[in-house]
């Protein structure tokens, strides 16, 4: 059962949405795929996202290990993985794309319109799967609609009670300063006096600097009063929502709490502000930014300006190697490894090996596996199909090398397909018999949402 936590429309200024909870709906398998499937029927992808799963407050300490995946495809589908295991086995699991970071206990769940108020399972996006008799599970759920930078987290809920269990973050792969860019239009229902607004608005996340905001603007009223904010929701997904928040949770409009432009000085109609927030790195949440005509006590919404980033990373994970206890009963105390997955834009995944302490001039099988290397020696191999059961080269991803002279090898692959968040380890094997030596976890990048 999911607890169902709702999504309400803003009044002028505040900006945020309503986080109580309605009666919980059953587990539906509508609109997923259990056995976890191939990536998608897409080609090409405009953004990637990832997170771990980590256990909310009150479930602190159990076993759970995991990943989750958003894809938004360049046909203008979302499709999210999850996979976990430390699961209740056997057992149907509810789990949702939510709207704020796992640090503010996740929030409501995304909607596709964030008008509709009731919890409607083709206006949200859920991953729900059932785990198997050893508590793990893969699933897949592919939406007819581009996921907008408010989908900030997937949640899986406790079966028993529906609470709020695990948590992901779904963040880019972002080390450095990202640009947000967009021009102001007026909003259709805006007076005559503002259709000539014009203009345009840059947002800048800086690692060191926090949040950086610049708009321009012209053909504003001379005789008006305007403010503007940072909202959360894109121009035409209901009007731009509320209120950008510090804290999503704080439901009061506390300047403090929020990233506001300043609109001042335009005798001629022109008005120019840098506004900068040195502790805060604003989220993809951070959607747009409002002009707002100040009439008494109201603040009708005047002109608004898409922020969107020109390009998107790519999502690279890598890690060094652990050795089994058997490789160091066999000779192999010295064998040391490193290896990155990069899963690209482009719909493909490349993955790079490089090995030290082999034996030399032998050839050693090396697979990508599908669990992490403390959890059952890596699992088995990662299936780009996992209807196949059969081991073939063609349907995994390897990454065999001989090693030279010396005991070095080095090892790359590239697969037309986006590796699934299951792809976790890299595991070399003994060229004798196939035990396992060594394992590899290819760890997420941690970032912070």
Known sequence: MAMALVACGDDDDAGSRDAGSTTPPPVSD???RTDGGSTSNVSSFRSILAGEFAPLRAYRGMPFRGRALLLRGSDGTTTVHVHATGLAPNTDHAAHVHAYPCAFDAGPHYKIDTTETEVVEENEIWPAFSTDADGRAVATVTAQHEARGDAMSVVIHDPEN???????????????????????????????????IAGTATLVRTPMMGTRVTVMVSGLDPNAEYSSHVHALPCDENDAGGHYKIDPTEMRVVEQNELWPTIEDFADGVAEDMFE??????????QSIVIHRRVASEAPKVACANLVRASWPDLETSGDSVLFDEARTRGYRDLRANASMKRLLDGTT???????????????????HDLPCDVDSGGAHYKIDPSIADTEEENEIWLNFTADSSGEGRSNARVEHLARPEAQSIVIHDPEDAERLACIDLNSPRRTP
């Open 162 to 196: 529906g609470n709020k269990m695990v948590c992901a973050d779904l963040v880019p792969d972002d080390s450095g300063d990202v640009m947000a860019t967009g021009d102001f239009e007026p909003f259709a229902a805006a007076e005559d006096d503002d259709q000539t």
């Open 30 to 32: 509508a609109g997923t």
């Open 277 to 286: 927030s040195r502790r805060h790195r604003a989220r993809e949440d951070a």
């Open 350 to 368: 490349e993955t790079e090996l490089s090995v030290t302490g082999a034996m030399a001039d032998k050839e050693y099988p090396v697979h990508v």
